[in-house]
């Protein structure tokens, strides 16, 4: 017994001696791939470049100065005469001494060194070309603790003259807030922007996940089931309705959207008057003319399936066994045939790996290509339906569950950059693209966690509702969503918060938003603008997180 | 009347909670069902409305054979068999009125009571059936702001808007104490009495059986293993029903 236990330990040990093995070697070979470099960081230019950065960052520039300024001014002659020299200057304590006072190239170094300036001023050299309004700035120094000067600079270019021309050391006396920085006001604006984009992806993200969020709740569609005569009447019939439905609807929009047509400029101009109201009922409108095609079709759909499922039904009930067998193996073969074509069809034109290329150009000649092998694909699928009994029901919920949960995680997946990327190719640089973007992400995103929610949710009143007589709608509208709000509206916020943070990153892919002037600030290293823009990203993500913790707090 | 043959329900882990049950309840009885804890209360009750389905059997009820109908036929059975839980099973962040109302649903509209909107006849009735009760004093309260003895009111209410020819009440005062257990069997009693409607109560006090059925129904293991009057569960019974190591109270 104790041997046994003995022998029992040591191979413990050798595991956890093993595990310990490979975790070493695993992050040794983890350093090695992801280039950890400790010499290239004490490199002294680059702690150079860091300081600088940091400094720069750490001096945001938000507010507009105006500046006091003191002028002295020293003369220099282009080009050089014959003999060089230099020019000495004194006003009112200060000296200075330039070498030489003329220039023939630009590439000629000038010096001047002075003294009695105030401590550790700013100073700019400048120069006013004679016959210009507008001053040049040749270099920006400041002056040394004791107010001693020292500078060496080149001519920009050379503007012969026979007078001398003034060289001005301004030096900054004082310095006022006059209020905030051109970088402040377009800060405010672009994060006003993303904020609105934010609320409007969050708004019409949640719209669109909460009836999904019900399909993608495995609680609520275990239990839907139907005839297999059922699933594939509606499957028939989806083509037909639903494409239908669209193709009327888009006959219906094309007159009222078409570009030579009045209705829409008529519209526009007499709702112009509302201001920016009336450019949101404009593109409210616009939007539902857009849509109409999409809506219909998805009403076509809606119809189809539920003749189907209720043909389906009542044929299962009432018919008898022979025939539901019948009416089953006819609508499954010509269902999976539809269904093959469809998904084939669909495929062929997204061009998936290429396939355009082996197949016939034009709808019908694919049609014609698909059809035999849907109908051989049919036919084993209504074999296979002979197995089961002719009334059985077939857990069509659990599909429809797993397809929806497969999406929304795949579409998750996706990086809303990629998003914004996508859709910036389709409807151009600016926010319209970063909101398309974002609510894409945030319905998939909140789709999973309020389907999550639905699932961890008291079955207790959805089986008393049931025992009502209740169906399915109205058991979620009276068992379900009232269980569900609170989270809802906490995670509407928590969404908000995210696509906040998230629209700032879009802009980098000029999905529009404060990202978008952040990045360009960046690119063009002014990284005083830029420390404004992240400032104000902070601001706004503390303060949407205060007031969602808050909201959340009351209403659970 | 209510007739169950051979039902049989097989969970999908194996476990056989109903096994060959047979039995018949005519018309405005007062049916107490007992047994231990799993012995196939509960999934009897919810074969019934088929809120569990059943593995095999047949249950027919007044020339309906509930264990075939499906989707429409289903929805029609099921609203006029009232159901009461255990733990209530109310909405607790609706109110009271509404919690009562949603006994309507299988009536209504569909697209309407989505929308919210109930016929002024349900609403008239709600706070009857409320009234009846005796709480209708409580119809804007949140449903989470009762205690547990008026939330198994408002339960009774519930399944009252439903006109219902028949009460399933799976264990409808095991969560509450004795004094307010007798006022909700009372209700039950009631219901039974005056508007003629069918009881099948699953009941774990025995002295609650003697009391309020008319007759007790006994499941052991699944299995049926009394069938006659609360009068007739003598000491023998009693050991056959709830084993050799329970004791009788009450």
Same mark, same amino acid.
């Given at each position: ?7 029992g ?5 050798y ?8 975790l ?12 950890v ?5 004490l490199?002294?230019?680059?702690q150079e470049?860091?300081v600088?950065?940091?400094?720069s ?5 938000i507010f ?6 003191r002028?002295?001014a020293?003369s220099?002659?282009?080009p ?6 230099g020019?000495?200057?004194s006003?009112?304590?200060r000296?200075l ?17 002075g003294s ?19 001053t040049?700035r ?5 002056a040394s603790d004791?107010?001693?000067?020292s500078i060496t ?10 007078e ?14 006059v209020?905030l ?19 409007m ?5 949640t719209l669109l996940?909460?009836?999904?969020s019900?399909i ?14 059922g699933?594939?009447?509606g ?7 639903g ?10 929009v ?5 570009l030579?047509?009045t209705f829409?400029?008529a519209?526009?101009?007499?709702l ?10 404009f593109v409210?409108i616009? +939007?539902a003319?857009?849509?109409l095609p ?12 539920s ?14 066994a ?10 499954t +073969?010509?269902g999976?045939a539809? +269904?093959?074509?469809?998904?084939a069809?669909a495929l ?8 355009r290329?082996?197949v016939?150009?034009?709808g019908?000649a ?5 059809l035999?092998p849907?109908?051989v694909l049919?036919l ?10 002719a ?9 429809i569950?797993?397809?929806t949960r497969t999406?929304?995680?795949?579409v998750?997946?996706i ?8 859709f910036v190719?389709?409807v151009?640089?600016g926010?319209?693209a ?5 609510t894409?992400?945030s ?5 999973k ?5 639905v699932e961890?949710?008291d ?9 009502t ?10 068992a ?5 709000t609170?989270s809802?509206i ?6 908000w918060?995210i696509?906040?943070?998230?629209s700032?990153?879009?802009?980098f ?12 600030n960046?690119?063009q290293?002014?990284y005083?603008?830029?420390s404004v823009m ?9 303060? +949407? ?12 | 009347?209510?007739?169950?043959q051979n039902l049989?329900?097989?969970y999908e ?5 109903l096994k060959?049950?047979?039995f ?16 196939g ?6 074969c ?6 059943p593995?095999?059997?047949?249950i027919?009820?007044?020339?309906i ?11 029609r059975?099921r ?6 839980f255990?733990?209530?099973n109310?909405v ?7 919690n ?5 649903l ?5 697209? !309407? ?12 009735? !709600?706070?009857?059936?409320l009234?009846?009760?005796g709480?209708d ?7 989470d702001?009762?205690s547990?003895g008026q939330?198994q009111?408002?339960?009774? !209410?519930?399944a009252?808007m ?28 009631q ?6 409607i069918?009881?099948l ?9 003697q ?5 007790a129904?006994a ?5 049926l293993?009394?069938?006659g009057t609360?009068k007739e569960?003598n ?9 050799r ?6």
């Open positions: 017994m104790k041997d046994e236990k003995k022998n330990r040591f191979p413990q040990y595991k956890t001696g093993v595990i310990i093995l490979a070493f070697l695993l992050y040794a070979y983890g350093l090695q791939v992801t280039k470099n400790l010499e290239e960081p490199e002294p230019q680059r470049n860091l600088s950065l940091i400094r960052f750490a001096r945001p520039d507009a100065y105006e500046t006091e300024t002028r002295t020293v220099l002659r282009m050089c005469p014959e003999t060089i020299r020019s000495q200057v006003i009112e304590g000296q001494l330039m070498v030489p006072n003329c220039a023939t190239t630009t590439q000629d170094p000038i010096t001047i060194t009695g300036f105030l401590p550790n001023a700013e100073i700019l050299v400048a120069w006013t070309p004679l016959g210009s309004t507008s040049r040749l270099a920006d120094f400041k004791t107010g001693d000067v600079f080149t001519m920009p270019d050379i503007r012969p003259s026979e001398p021309q003034a060289i001005e050391l301004v030096e900054v006396v004082d310095r006022n807030i209020g920085s051109d970088t402040t006001y377009e800060a405010l604006d672009k994060i006003v922007e993303t904020v609105l984009m934010a609320l992806a969050s708004t019409i993200g996940s909460i009836p999904l019900f993608a709740a495995r609680n609520l569609m275990q239990n839907v089931k139907a005839p297999m005569t699933i594939m009447s499957i028939i019939l989806l083509p037909v309705l494409g239908g439905a669209f193709w009327i609807g888009q006959q219906l094309r007159p009222i959207l078409s030579d047509g829409l400029p519209l526009q101009t007499s112009e008057a509302l201001g920016f109201v009336g450019n949101f009922i409210l616009e +939007l003319f857009l849509l999409l809506t219909l079709g998805g009403l076509g759909a809606f119809v189809a399936t003749i189907g499922s209720r043909f389906g039904q009542q044929v299962t009930m009432r018919a008898p022979t025939t539901v067998r019948i009416l089953t193996f006819v609508t +073969l010509v999976t539809v +269904l093959f074509i469809l998904l069809l062929v034109w997204v061009n998936v790996l290429g396939i290329e082996f016939p150009e034009g019908w694919q049609l014609g290509l698909f035999w849907g109908l049919g084993i699928a209504a074999l296979l339906t002979l197995r089961a009994p009334k059985h029901h077939y857990p069509i919920g659990l599909v569950y797993n397809a999406i929304f995680n795949a998750r997946s990086e809303p950059l990629m998003m914004g990327f996508v190719v389709w151009g640089l926010p319209f970063g909101i398309m973007a974002l894409l992400h319905m998939a995103d909140l789709g966690l309020f389907s999550e929610e961890n949710i079955e207790g009143p959805v089986e008393a509702i049931t025992a007589g209740a169906n399915q709608l109205q058991r979620i509208v009276y379900v969503v009232p269980q569900v609170p809802y906490a995670y509407i916020f928590y969404r918060d696509n906040v943070r998230m700032t990153i879009i802009g892919v000029g999905g529009g938003g404060i990202g978008f002037v952040l990045q360009r960046i690119n290293i002014l005083t603008r830029a992240v400032i104000a990203i902070a601001i706004v993500v503390i303060v +949407l997180d205060n007031i969602s913790a808050r909201v959340r707090s009351r209403i659970i | 009347m209510l007739k169950i049989t329900k097989v882990d194996g476990t056989v909670a060959d049950v047979s018949e309840v005519p018309d405005g009885e007062f049916v107490a069902v007992i047994g231990l804890s799993g012995s209360k509960s999934t009897l009750l919810r019934i409305n088929r809120l569990i389905e593995t095999s059997g047949q027919w009820w007044n020339g054979e509930l264990s075939e109908v499906s989707g429409e036929e289903l929805r059975a609203r006029q068999i009232g159901m009461i255990q733990h209530f109310l607790n962040r609706s109110s009271v009125l509404t009562v109302l949603s006994g309507r299988g009536y209504t509209n569909p697209l !309407a009571s989505i929308l919210g909107r109930f016929p002024e006849a349900d609403i008239k009735r !709600a706070h009857a059936s009234a009846r009760v709480i004093d409580k119809a804007d309260n949140r449903a702001e009762l547990g939330r009111r408002v339960g009774i !209410a519930r009252l439903q006109e219902p020819k028949m009460i399933l009440a799976d264990e409808p005062v095991a969560s509450l104490d004795p004094a307010l257990a007798h006022s909700i069997m009372r209700h039950l009693q219901i039974n009495k005056e508007d003629k069918t009881v109560c699953s009941l774990h006090f025995l002295d609650l059986v009391q309020y059925s008319t007759r129904i499941l052991n293991q699944g299995k293993v009394f069938d609360p569960i000491d023998e019974k009693f050991i056959e029903i709830y084993g190591e329970a004791e009788r109270i009450g």
